[in-house]
Structure formats: structure tokens, C-alpha cells
């Protein structure tokens, strides 16, 4: 991915993606962009940029993007957020997604994920997700242990853990909510453990699915996720920002997605 316009690049976050298994390609500005896309062999699916860059201008993005050829180039942009008014000036300059500061690595990652993600040439995503700070507690028969909440959404979770369950087992998983813990059935879909990554861009842990999830569940745990979207300032969609629209978007595909006898989805 290309890294434009961070100054000491190679002091800053450079290294922090390459820890997080990343490949940046580091230059200065939008034009030294253009010209090291016509130098790659490989396609370059996603660029991030400093959310208060001097050349994030209307339309210079959707330029970059042009070089890119046939290949699109979605663009994440980190750092402060100046005013509410931040998120548009950065849509109209060709962001599609927005990370404000303060960050953890784990956020990064996420974030990093949903921007590389494209809905054309991968599953289509018909709810948002988000990443958490959630401790969860994972039952498998009279085993217990804990588990990080990497990304939620209502239909199921990626969690971050050393000891992985095996795929199709099924677990018991209490997730700790603000307002209220709740206790999910689950089955595991995939695991991520060292020599056998089913996705190595995520961290050693599991995917799960919820089995039979009810509305009420979805709705809850949808309310949370688009919280969550707008407490780290990352947008879940091509809008501006999590709006109580886009809250209510989410709310009226969790209500007509009640299918009691459809099997457990694959969480992203």
C-alpha cells in the first residue's frame, strides 16, 4: 500500500505496518504517487494519507486514483480531527475511510482491512462492523477462557486469542455489552494459528458465527457497532460519517434479516 506524505516515514508508521504484516511503499505527495504506480508490477489496492495533508484538496485523490489504471485505489487517512466539518473536506478530496487519533495498533489493523477490502472483487458486506475493546469469556464444555473482541458484527465476531477453538465446534461466548453482557451460542468458522493462517492479515485467534442470533440480539449489538464506528471516527461506509441515518440503515437490515433457520454467517 502506498504511504503518502508522513513525515520520517521511516521513523514513524512505515515500521508499524510493517509489524503488522503490511508492505508500505513510502513517498512524498500525490505526484510522486502517480509516478511510482507506473513503476509497480504488482497492483496497489490502498493508499493512507495524513487526515490534515496540505494536499488534500477537492478531487487530488480521485487523480491518484486515475494513475492507478484499471486497478482501484481506496484511500484511509490517519491523525487529528480538526472540526465536525474534517470528514467532508476529506470525502471530497477522494478518503474513503478516516481513523482519528488516538489509536491502538489493533484499531490500525482494522482499519487498514476495511479499506483493502473491495465489495466488487470479495464478499459483499451487508452489515457494518467494528472493531472493539470487548473482553468476552468463550465456554467449550467445562473449558473457559477469555478472548479479545478484534471486530463485531450482529452476525458474528473475530476473536483474538492464543488457544484458537477447532473449527465447527461449538461454543458458548458471553459478550460484555455496555449496556447489558449477553450470552451467545456460537460455532467457530475458522481459526488463525502459526503455520496455518487462514487470514494472515488478522490476528492468532477465531472467527465465529452466531447461531440463530434473535432481533433483539442484532439490534443491540448493531447499536453498539455504530457507536463504536463514530467513537474511533472510522466510517463504516462512503458517508461522511456515522450519522443516525446510517444508524438506522443498519437497524432496518438487522430487522429483515430475522431468518431463525439460516445458518450462521461468516464474519469479516
Partial sequence: MLVIGFAAVSGGLSPRLIALGYRPISVSDPPAAAARLSRESEPVHAAIVPSDAPFLTPGSLWRLARANGPSSLRVLALGPREDDGHAERLRRAGV????????????????????????????????????????????????????????????????????????????????????????????????????????ANLPRGMAVGFVDPSVGTRVAIARYVAERLGDIGLRADGDPAVTRGQMARVWSRVRAMIAPSAPARMPS
Fill in 96 to 199: 474513503r475511510f478516516t481513523l482519528w487519533e488516538p489509536y491502538a495498533d489493533r484499531q490500525l489493523r482494522f482499519a487498514i482491512n476495511r479499506t483493502l477490502h473491495d465489495d466488487a472483487h470479495g464478499q459483499s458486506r451487508l452489515h457494518a462492523r467494528a472493531s472493539t475493546d470487548l473482553v468476552a469469556r468463550i465456554r467449550l464444555g467445562a473449558r473457559e477462557k477469555a478472548g479479545l473482541i478484534y471486530s463485531l458484527s450482529p452476525f458474528g465476531c473475530y476473536v483474538e486469542t492464543d488457544r484458537p477453538c477447532v473449527p465447527d465446534s461449538f461454543v458458548s461466548l458471553h459478550l460484555p455489552l455496555p449496556n447489558g453482557g449477553m450470552e451467545l451460542p456460537a460455532r467457530v468458522l475458522y481459526a488463525n494459528v502459526p503455520g496455518d493462517f487462514a487470514r
